[in-house]
């Protein structure tokens, strides 16, 4: 039930939930199934954050693997997560698929079929200990050219919707409220220009996503320059900015899932790579190679990009150049838009409609598609020279790219700018087990929770799929711990 606040600008609740996405979704779920009257406040128009644009992929530990998968998790994390904070999380997904299905959909397990090039792993790290313990699972579309994210934010929406819980849309949080105690005690939100306060009797979980969106934040924590968004434009960090008030402790702002993509006039947010053959280098902008093209992780292809010079400002990797031959740009189209704010289904499958764009760029020689890219003609002849040989002599002595995908160019050949790209930012403020948001001296700010990716558990590495996982996995903590929480008198 969405609705504005009419009758006077203050609403009570027990618990308030800020952010209607996937973690959102779950605390409420959760919080009213516990007994609390909860309140969601969504600052879009239209709720679903990251998750209704996501792959959907989620991690569900196996039944008696919960040791490997903390060691798992713990290996990732070099030590920036605490134990207790993973084991909590791997606990509860021990039981995503279980509610899940207690929700009424079915589930499968996935691996992510529609990555080519670059390779997709399942799970992401197979050569770190406990990695048989990260099994991934999606629910299904149900219809025809449905996206799985959509699908499954349909099956939260309507769980939602069907315990009559109260949703504001278009509600901006902007400031949590706080009692003489410090306690948490409510938010003030914008809606439509007018400042509506929300009063919550047990207390406040923070879910308002991640900082993709918010140019200053990215700047400022993020390791490389510039990092497009392509997930919900509705998360800019508004729960860092306002947990930090309160002396929130923050972490994890460096970690980043990205890769690289196609930057348009045209959709909201780049398109990313993946090329249906192997018959493809990525040069930089001195026009040379600089990477072992398919041996990055997906979900950190992105650090390929963070290569300094100490010749010259700034990064020789941003942009860098997609070049492949026609056999490759024959085999299908070079970006898959399965998911993203705005970008389905929106690339011809054989590419021609972006080539008459000019967003692929095209060269009967070397020397004709260094001059629409504008790169040195004698470096791209140079490197595209050495990498033919190398691929002739079945070892790629320069970046050690593996033996099979090792393949000589021919003409023609196409070329697409790469920027990087965002899937999603973990860093925010700390929580511990009990999805307690902390203070800068580890005390747990009161009646004051957070889930999702706003300060997700994930301190260096990420395993695919632990996202959403996380997002309802800590989500349901948090609903049921804020709903724990005595009432304020
Ligand atoms: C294209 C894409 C594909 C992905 N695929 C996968 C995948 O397959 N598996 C996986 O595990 N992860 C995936 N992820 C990441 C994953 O989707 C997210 O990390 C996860 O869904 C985050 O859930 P959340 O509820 O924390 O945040 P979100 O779902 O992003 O929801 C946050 C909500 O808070 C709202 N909000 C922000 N500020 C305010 C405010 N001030 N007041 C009120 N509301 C506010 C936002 O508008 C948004 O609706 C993907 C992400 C993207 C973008």
């Not at 644009?53 to 569900?60: A, G, I, L, Q, R």
């Not at 196609?262 to 947010?269: G, K, L, W």
């Not at 950190?300 to 963070?306: E, G, V």
């Amino acid at each position: 039930m969405a609705d504005s606040v009419r009758q006077n600008d203050e609403l009570e609740c027990d618990v308030l939930i800020v952010g209607y996405g996937g973690a959102g979704a779950a605390a409420a779920i959760t919080a009213h199934d516990a007994g609390a009257n909860v309140i969601v406040m969504e600052k879009m128009a239209e709720p679903g954050g990251n998750t209704r644009v996501s792959m959907c992929s989620w991690f569900n530990t196996p039944p008696g693997m919960e040791e490997q998968a903390i060691a798992h998790i713990e290996a990732l994390c070099l030590g920036r997560t605490d134990r207790s904070v993973i084991a909590a999380y791997v606990e509860a997904s021990s039981k995503n698929k279980e509610w899940i299905e207690s929700l009424g959909a079915t589930t499968k397990v996935t691996r992510l079929p529609m990555v080519r090039y670059p390779q997709v792993t399942h799970p992401s790290w197979p050569n770190f200990p406990g990695a048989d313990a990260m099994v991934n699972h999606t629910v299904p579309a149900e219809r025809d050219n449905e996206r799985v994210g959509e699908r499954f934010w349909r099956l939260l929406e309507g769980q939602v919707a069907q315990r009559n819980i109260r949703i504001l849309l278009g509600t901006a949080a902007s400031e949590l409220l706080t009692n003489s105690n410090g306690e948490v005690v409510g938010a003030v939100a914008d809606q439509n220009g007018r400042q509506v306060r929300i009063n919550a009797k047990r207390a406040v979980v923070l879910t308002t996503g991640g900082f993709e969106f918010n140019e200053e934040m990215k700047r400022e924590y993020l390791p490389v320059t510039p990092f497009y968004g392509i997930g919900s434009p509705g998360n800019t960090g508004d729960g860092i900015t306002m947990a930090q008030k309160l002396g929130a402790q923050l972490w994890h702002m460096d970690v980043v899932v990205g890769g690289f993509g196609i930057v348009t006039d045209e959709a909201p947010v780049p398109f990313g790579i993946s090329y249906a053959g192997p018959g493809f280098v990525y040069v930089n902008t001195h026009g040379q190679r600089f990477t072992n093209e398919t041996g990055w992780e997906i979900h950190f292809a992105w650090q390929a990009l963070s290569i300094v010079d100490p010749k010259q400002p700034g990064f020789p990797t941003i942009p860098i150049y997609g070049i492949c031959d026609h056999e490759t740009f024959q085999k299908g189209p070079i970006s898959l838009t399965g998911a993203g704010y705005g970008i389905g289904g929106k690339w011809s499958a054989d590419n021609s409609a972006e080539l008459a764009k000019g967003w692929i760029k095209r060269g009967d020689t070397i020397a004709e598609l260094a001059a629409q890219i504008s790169l040195d003609e004698a470096a791209l002849e140079q490197t595209l020279t050495r990498y033919n040989d190398l691929c002739t002599a079945g070892a790629d002595t320069d970046f050690h790219r593996s033996r099979e995908t090792l393949k000589p160019l021919k003409a023609p050949f196409y070329a697409v700018e790469l920027w990087p790209r965002i899937v999603n930012t973990m860093g925010g403020p700390r929580r511990d087990a009990e999805a307690r948001v902390l203070d800068t001296k580890g005390k747990p700010i009161a009646r004051l929770f957070s889930a999702g990716e706003l300060g997700s558990l994930w301190g260096h590495l990420y395993c695919g799929g632990g996202n959403v996982g996380e997002a309802i996995a800590v989500g349901r903590i948090a609903g049921e711990n804020a709903a724990a929480e005595r009432p304020r008198r």
